[in-house]
C-alpha cells in the first residue's frame, strides 16, 4: 500500500526520518538510500547523509542550484509511505525471514522507477499559450528510510520515501515538481508496488491470497490466520475506532485517525524486551511461523511457486493459461474482443495478463466508457496473477497497436483510453437517432398550435407557458423527426412544457408514455402530464423479447398497436447511460413511435453507467430546443446563485452563500446541520431538505437529526431497532471478483445459477471467503458456496445484488424513505413516508399518499428502509425543496463536484445554508472537478490531438485566467475529472494568494493532524 502525503515541515521531516530505527539496525541511516534518477544525476547514492537531506529537502541542491517558492512559501516535497500487510512483517520480523525485507525495499524501487517514468511532471512556460504547461520529467530525487515497528510497537514493515520538491526538465534546469499527478497516480503506484511486491514473495516459495481490505491488490500470506494478523494489530484498531466516532472510513480520514491517536516516539526502546513479547504474543495466539517458513525455502531452493505447482501435470498452453486464469477468478469468455488470440496463441502468463486486462477493461466500461491508463493498470493488477505491471502495460500496449484499445495520444502519455466497442456503440446511438430525421407526420399543424398548447396550460391549472416553454411545445408537436431533445437547467419548467404537449397528443388520438430513470420522478412525471408512467428499465423489459426479435407475430403486433405515433417522454434523461439509450430509440425506431421526446440537462449529474449520449445528441442535427428561464428561485439570493451557475461562475456562486455559510469543526457538519433543522418552525422544516454528496454524510445526517428530535420529545415513545439492507455499489464484472464480499454481507440472487444451485430470490449470509469462494450461509440453514468468477459476464442487469447490514433505529414520527420497491403495494424507491405506529415488531407506516400500510415483523420492505431526514444529491435530482442546508465536506473531495453542487443548490426555491469544515477547499474541489463523463467518441477524436490544445482550449483558458490567473486556470483545466485537490490556488480575486493565507490554510491542516509537522 502507498499513500502520498505533503511534507508539510522539512526540519522535522529530516529529524524524524533520521533517528534510531527500532530494531532493523543500530541508526536509521544504516536503512536509508538515495533513489531515482534525479539522484543520480546529482551524484548522490548509497545512505543518506543528514546534513545533505536538510539541504536538498529546503531546495538547494548539490550543483549549486536552488529551487525557489512562490510567495516566500516554497513546498518541501511529497511523502510516497510504503508499507506491506502484517503476515509479510510477521514473518520477517517475528519469523526472521529477512528475505522478505530485501523484497520490500526491491519492489518499492520498482513503484518508484514506475513513478518516474508515468507520473513525475514539472511547469515549463509555453510560448504559444503564455503560460506553464506540464512536462514528464522522468526523473526523483528521492531520500528512502526503512523502518520496522509502528507506535505501538509491534511489527510493521515500512518505507518513507521522501520526494524531494526538484526534478530536472528536458532543457537541463531544476524545477519544482508539479505534484498533483502523485495524488491521482497514488492507487496506481500502490497496485505497482502491490504486485511487484507479490512477485517477489511467491518466488520465495510462500503462497499468497487477497487480504480482507484488497483495495489495489493487497495481499496476505497464506497460512497466517486473521487472529494473528489482529494480535498485532492493535494500532489498526486504535485508528479505525478513532475515525468511527465520526462515522469516517475513507483513506484519507483514516490517516487523519492515525495522525489524530499517535503516540510519541519511544526514544530508547527495550529491543530484546520488545523481541521477547513479540513471541509470547506469537505462543498466546498459536502463531507457529517455522513450518511457513521452512515449506517456503524448500519451494525456492526447487523453484517452485504456486503458479508452477498449478500447472504441473497441466498439457497444452492453453489449458494451463485456463487453469491459471480460473486460479485468479477469472472465466475466458468466447469471442471477447480484448482477447481476440485463439486459445494457445498466448503463453499461460501472457493469457492470464490478457484477460486481467479485459477483465478490469469490462469493470471500468460500465461505468465510464472512456478511463485513465492508470486506472486501467490497478484494476488489472487488482485481479492478482502471476504477472506485474510490465506484463500489463505490454498488453495495453498492444491492443493499442491493434486498435482495440484507443487512447487520446501517444501510448506512454494516455490519459484516457476507451474500446473499440464503446466507440462503435455511441456511434450506434447517434446513428439510430439520425435515423428518425424527417421519417414521422407532426403531432399536430403549426397554425394554432401555441394558442392551443396556452389553452391545454391554463385547462390543466399551469401558469401561462414562457417563451421557452412555448417554442418548446410547438417544436415537438409540428416537427417531422421523431427525435426531439429539449435542454434546460434546473427549475425552468422542462415537464411542466410537456404537460400541454402530452393532452394535445392525446386530442390527436396519439397514445402517451411517461418515462424516467427512476420510478418516483417517472410517477411524478406521469402526473404532471396525465399520462401511464414506467421507469425506463422497466419499459424496456415490457418490450425486451420484441427489441430482442424474440416475440411471436401476435406481440409484435400488440407492441406496434401500443407504440405506433405514440409520444414517449423522458424525463431527466441525462441520466441515461450509452446503453440504455440506445436500446430505447431502437425500439422507437421499430414500432414507428411518433416521438421520443428526450429532456434533461447537460450540466446536473450524468448516468451511473458508461456514457453521456444525452449530451453527444445535442451535438448532432437533431431537432432541440432549449428552456432558460428559471422558474424555480424564489428569492434575490436563489435567483443569483442560478445565475452564477448557469454562467458556470463557482466562485461567484460560493460568493452568494458567504453569508449563510456555516463553518465547522472537521466531523461536526452533520450534528451543526441538523440542529439548524431542527430549530426550524415545524412547518418551515418540513419543507426543508438536509442535503449530502455521499452515503456517508447522509448517514450521518439522518442519525443526527433523529437524536435531536428525539430530545425535543418530537418522536413517539414507541421505537424498534431493525436491521436494514444497504446496497453496495459493484459493477457486473467486479461481482465476479472477490473484493465485494465481505463477511456479514448479505447476497441477493437476481438469476438463476443452476450450475451453481441458486435460484433467483435466494440471498445468503457471506461467512467466509476464501481460495477464490464465497461461502453463504442460506436463508434455510444450509450453507452453499459461490464461485463469483462462474457469474454470467453478458446480462443487461446484475446477477447479484450484495448489501451491507446496517442496524438503525426507528421511532414513531420518524420521517423514511424506501430503498426497494414493491409494485404491489405501490411502494416505490426513493419515495418519503413516515411511521405511523409501532405496536411491537409491527410497524404501521403512512405513504406519501395518505395510504396507511401495516409492516408485520418479517415483511421484507422492513430491511428494505431507511431515515430521510437527509438525502443524497443523486436521489434529489428531479425534486424541488423550498429551503435547503447543503452538507459538504473537504474530505469527500471525490463527491465535490461542480455537477453534484449544482444539483444541490438548485433544487432550493428560497434559501440555502452551507454547512462545511473549509469553505475554501471545498469551492476548489467543486472548481477542479465538473462531474462529466468523458465519452468514447470524445477520447477517439482526441488521439491525434494534444489533450491541453483541444478546440476552444485557448478561449477557456482566457476566461478561467481573467477569473482565477493563469497558473491556477491552467492547472484547472488539466485536473478536471481527477480526485486531487490543487495546493495553491489563487484569491478570489485572480491575485496570488497572500502567505498569511497560505498560512491558515496550513495551520488549518496542523490542528486536524496535531503532529503532522513532524512527518509520518
Known amino acids: ?211 480482507r481490505e484488497a483495495v489495489d491488490g493487497a495481499f496476505e500470506i497464506r497460512g497466517v490466520s486473521r487472529e ?21 472510513s475513507s483513506a484519507r480520514e483514516l490517516e487523519l485517525a492515525a495522525l489524530a491517536t499517535r503516540k510519541g516516539k519511544e526514544m530508547d526502546p527495550d529491543i530484546a524486551g520488545q523481541k521477547e513479547r513479540w513471541q509470547e504474543t506469537a505462543k498466546r495466539v498459536g502463531f507457529d511461523h517455522k513450518p511457513l517458513i521452512d515449506k517456503a525455502l524448500a519451494r525456492s531452493s526447487a523453484e517452485q511457486t504456486v503458479w508452477t505447482r498449478l500447472v504441473a501435470g497441466i498439457r497444452g498452453i492453453g489449458a494451463k493459461g485456463m487453469a491459471i486464469a480460473s486460479a485468479i477468478g477469472l472465466t475466458p469468455k468466447d469471442k471477447d474482443p480484448l482477447v481476440p488470440e485463439r486459445l494457445g496463441r498466448l503463453e499461460p502468463k501472457a493469457f492470464a495478463a490478457a484477460q486481467a486486462v479485459a477483465s478490469a477493461a469490462r469493470e471500468l466500461g460500465e461505468r465510464e466508457a472512456a478511463f485513465s491508463r492508470n486506472d486501467l493498470i490497478r484494476h488489472s493488477l487488482e485481479r492478482q496473477g502471476p504477472f506485474t505491471v510490465e506484463a500489463i502495460e505490454a498488453r495495453i500496449e498492444q491492443l493499442q497497436q491493434r ?90 419548467g422542462k415537464s411542466a412544457a410537456l404537460a400541454p404537449v402530452a393532452a394535445i397528443a392525446r386530442e390527436e388520438g ?158 461536526e457538519i452533520p450534528k451543526t446541520a441538523a440542529n439548524i433543522w431542527v430549530d426550524l418552525p415545524k412547518d418551515q422544516r418540513d419543507s426543508t431538505v438536509l442535503l449530502a454528496a455521499g452515503r456517508a454524510m447522509r448517514s450521518a445526517g439522518n442519525a443526527e437529526a433523529q437524536k435531536a428530535l428525539a430530545a425535543r420529545g418530537e418522536l413517539g415513545a414507541n421505537s424498534i431497532r431493525l436491521d436494514v439492507l444497504d446496497r453496495v455499489t459493484i459493477t457486473r464484472e467486479g461481482a465476479r471478483q472477490l473484493k465485494g464480499y465481505h463477511e456479514g454481507r448479505v447476497v441477493a440472487f437476481q438469476t438463476n445459477l443452476p450450475s451453481q444451485k441458486f435460484q433467483r430470490g435466494e440471498r445468503g449470509e457471506v461467512v467466509d471467503v476464501s481460495d477464490g469462494k464465497v461461502e453463504l450461509h442460506m436463508g434455510d440453514g444450509e450453507l452453499r458456496t459461490l464461485d463469483p468468477s462462474r457469474l454470467p459476464a453478458n446480462l443487461k442487469h446484475d446477477a447479484v445484488t450484495i448489501f451491507e447490514r446496517k442496524s438503525i433505529g426507528l421511532h414513531e414520527q420518524d420521517r423514511i424513505r424506501w430503498t426497494a420497491k414493491d409494485g404491489e403495494r405501490g411502494l416505490l424507491n426513493g419515495d418519503i413516508a413516515h411511521v405511523e405506529r409501532i405496536d411491537g415488531g409491527k410497524v404501521t407506516i403512512k405513504a406519501g399518499d395518505g395510504k396507511l400500510h401495516e409492516l408485520p415483523q418479517g415483511d421484507s420492505m422492513l430491511e428494505r428502509l431507511d431515515l430521510a431526514y437527509a438525502i443524497n444529491v443523486h436521489v434529489a435530482q428531479g425534486m424541488t425543496a423550498k429551503d435547503g442546508i447543503i452538507m459538504m465536506s473537504e474530505r469527500e473531495r471525490a463527491l465535490n463536484s461542480t455537477a453534484s453542487f449544482l444539483v444541490a443548490v438548485t433544487r432550493i426555491a428560497e434559501h440555502a445554508t452551507l454547512v462545511t469544515d473549509n469553505p475554501d477547499r471545498v469551492q476548489r474541489q467543486v472548481e477542479t472537478r465538473t462531474g462529466e463523463k468523458t465519452s468514447a467518441m470524445d477520447v477517439s477524436q482526441a488521439k491525434t490531438k494534444s489533450p491541453d490544445h483541444y478546440p476552444g482550449f485557448k478561449e477557456d483558458l482566457q476566461k478561467l485566467s481573467d477569473k482565477l490567473g493563469p497558473e491556477y486556470a491552467m492547472a484547472v483545466l488539466q485536473n478536471r475529472e481527477r480526485d486531487i485537490t490543487l495546493e495553491k490556488p489563487a484569491s478570489r480575486s485572480g491575485i496570488s494568494r497572500s502567505q498569511d493565507e497560505l498560512a491558515r490554510d496550513r495551520e488549518r491542516d496542523l490542528e486536524r493532524a496535531r503532529d503532522l509537522e513532524r512527518g509520518r
Open 403 to 492: 486498435g482495440l484499445l484507443i487512447g487520446s495520444g501517444p501510448a506512454d502519455r494516455d490519459r484516457m483510453l476507451t474500446t473499440q466497442q464503446a466507440v462503435a456503440m455511441e456511434n450506434k446511438v447517434v446513428a439510430l437517432a439520425l435515423a428518425g430525421k424527417d421519417s414521422v407526420e407532426p403531432i399536430a399543424e403549426r397554425d394554432g398550435v401555441v394558442a392551443r398548447l396556452q389553452e391545454q396550460a391554463r385547462a390543466i391549472g399551469l401558469r401561462r407557458l414562457n417563451q421557452g416553454q412555448e417554442k418548446a411545445g410547438a417544436d415537438i408537436l409540428t416537427s417531422r423527426d421523431r427525435i426531439h431533445l429539449v435542454q434546460g437547467g434546473a427549475g425552468v
Open 510 to 667: 396519439r397514445n402517451v408514455v411517461a418515462l424516467s430513470h427512476v420510478g418516483r420522478i417517472a410517477r411524478e412525471f406521469g402526473e404532471k402530464t396525465a399520462a401511464p408512467a414506467s421507469t425506463v428499465d422497466g419499459f424496456l423489459a415490457r418490450y425486451a423479447r420484441v427489441l430482442g426479435g424474440s416475440a411471436s407475430a401476435e406481440r409484435v403486433a400488440e407492441a406496434r398497436e401500443e407504440l405506433s405515433g405514440a409520444l414517449v417522454m423522458v424525463d431527466e434523461a441525462s441520466q441515461i447511460g450509452t446503453d440504455r439509450l440506445a436500446r430505447l430509440i431502437d425500439l422507437a425506431n421499430q414500432m414507428h413511435v411518433g416521438r421520443l421526446v428526450l429532456a434533461g440537462d447537460i450540466k446536473q449529474l450524468p448516468a451511473i453507467e458508461a456514457g453521456k449520449p444525452f449530451a453527444q445528441l445535442q451535438g448532432q442535427d437533431l431537432g432541440r430546443s432549449d428552456i432558460a428561464e428559471n422558474l424555480r428561485a424564489q428569492t434575490p439570493q436563489m435567483q443569483a446563485l442560478n445565475r452564477a451557475l448557469g454562467d458556470g461562475d463557482i466562485d461567484q456562486a460560493f460568493k452568494e452563500l458567504k453569508a449563510a455559510t456555516t463553518e465547522v469543526a472537521p466531523g
Open 228 to 248: 494473528v494478523i489482529e494480535a498485532f494489530s492493535t494500532r489498526r484498531a486504535e485508528v479505525v475506532a478513532e475515525a468511527a466516532k465520526d462515522g469516517r
Open 1 to 211: 500500500m502507498i499513500h502520498v502525503n505533503a511534507v508539510t515541515s522539512g526540519a522535522g521531516t529530516v529529524e524524524y526520518l533520521t533517528q534510531d530505527n527500532y530494531y532493523t539496525s543500530d541508526q536509521a541511516l544504516d536503512s536509508s538510500e538515495w533513489l531515482g534518477k534525479g539522484a543520480a544525476a546529482l551524484g548522490l547514492s548509497g545512505s543518506v547523509d543528514k546534513d545533505m537531506f536538510a539541504a536538498v529537502i529546503e531546495g538547494k541542491l548539490p550543483d549549486g542550484s536552488e529551487i525557489q517558492g512562490k510567495d516566500g512559501v516554497r513546498r518541501f516535497g511529497d511523502e510516497l509511505h510504503f508499507s506491506v500487510s502484517k503476515s509479510v512483517s510477521l514473518l520477517a520480523l517475528v519469523g526472521g525471514d529477512k528475505r522478505l525485507i530485501e523484497a520490500f525495499t526491491e519492489s518499492a524501487k520498482v513503484a518508484l522507477k514506475w513513478a518516474e517514468k508515468n507520473v513525475v511532471e514539472a511547469r515549463v512556460w509555453d510560448k504559444e499559450l503564455g503560460t506553464a504547461v506540464p512536462e514528464r520529467t522522468g526523473n526523483l530525487l528521492v531520500a528512502s528510510f526503512l523502518h520496522d515497528v509502528n507506535r505501538n510497537l509491534e511489527p510493521h514493515l515500512h518505507i518513507h520515501a521522501v520526494g524531494i520538491n526538484a526534478t530536472q526538465t528536458a532543457d537541463g534546469k531544476w524545477r519544482a515538481v508539479h505534484n498533483p499527478e502523485f495524488y491521482r497516480a497514488q492507487h496506481a503506484m500502490s497496485a505497482v508496488h502491490n504486485s511487484e511486491m507479490r512477485a517477489r514473495v511467491e518466488a520465495l516459495g510462500y503462497e499468497t491470497v487477497p487480504a
